[in-house]
């Protein structure tokens, strides 16, 4: 029978080192070609909408379509229906462990400072995947709200044990960082590429819309190696791309895609003093073979309420 799975139950058997784990070896099989990525599409239906996307994990034997209010996880050597689960915490997790397997293979193995620019929900997960694969000693957060980055930094520097501090300006969140995640629902960028300093990794997280772009020109074209999670689904996506290929200072071929990098197909720092920038837009296999994981586990726990199917 089939197992429903609620936030909380993902939450408990889903800590961000295994996500990213998991989402390490996820990439190690789509370099083998046995995973199939659907694209995310967004619907209007009357006064509603959904958004929909998937994927099929085959050594996981899992496909999965996520809709905006659930996740269907099927068995891909039966057909069955395997479980049914609340999409909100297994995508919060996943997506900053996404952002840890680039991590892991763009920056410098002793990378210790951080320049967070952005405080809200999503930059938990990012932080926590960023301490899983890195010696971490100092994040240094910055968000136009001065309350918000203050609490945000107290409240991560108890959760994760390193120190959180809050800074007034991109710049100084920039300034000495050797990994600058943005997480960010803005339309125009949030920092100037120029202030980037030789060897950075960059992670675009917060933008999965055209409309919308977090890094500059600047730090594309200062990128020694710019990385997509799938390059179908940021070419819809992915605005700051989208538009500097529209103004001919990028071109899609010039892009790599994580399963590339973690394969060991293309290499994930060309040198030490290249800056490299990864562009998240959050992808359906992610959610699939994160989903197979949760419920295998939960089956071992004997956690999740049966269903009637």
Known sequence: MALFLTNDDVRRLLPMGECVTVLEELFMQESRGSVENLPRQRFRFGKA?????????????????????????????????????????????????????????????????????????????????????????????????????????AEMATRLGVSVVPVATT???????????????????????????????????????????EVDDTTIQRSALVVVDNLEQAQIECGELIWAVERGTFRWRQARELHQVVSGEVKGRPSADAITLFESQGIGIEDAAASAYVLQKARAAGIGLELPF
């Open 49 to 153: 909408g959904a958004t929909i996307m998937g994927g099929t994990v085959l050594e996981a034997q899992a496909h999965a379509v996520r809709h905006s209010t659930a996740t269907l996880l099927y068995n891909t050597e039966t057909g069955r229906l395997d479980a049914v689960l609340e999409p909100g915490t297994l995508a919060w997790i996943r997506t900053g462990a996404a952002s840890g397997v680039a991590v892991k293979h763009m920056s410098a193995p002793d990378a210790s400072v951080v320049g967070m620019i952005g405080t809200g929900r999503q930059a938990i997960t990012q932080i926590e995947a960023i301490c899983a694969v890195r010696p971490v000693k100092t994040v240094k957060v910055f968000s136009r709200d001065a309350g918000k980055r203050e609490s945000f930094a």
């Open 171 to 213: 710049e100084e969140c920039i300034r000495g960082s050797q990994i600058v995640i943005a997480i960010t629902s803005a339309r125009e960028p949030v920092f100037d590429g120029a202030l980037l300093e030789p060897g950075t990794c960059v992670v675009a997280a917060g933008s999965n819309s055209w409309m919308k772009r």
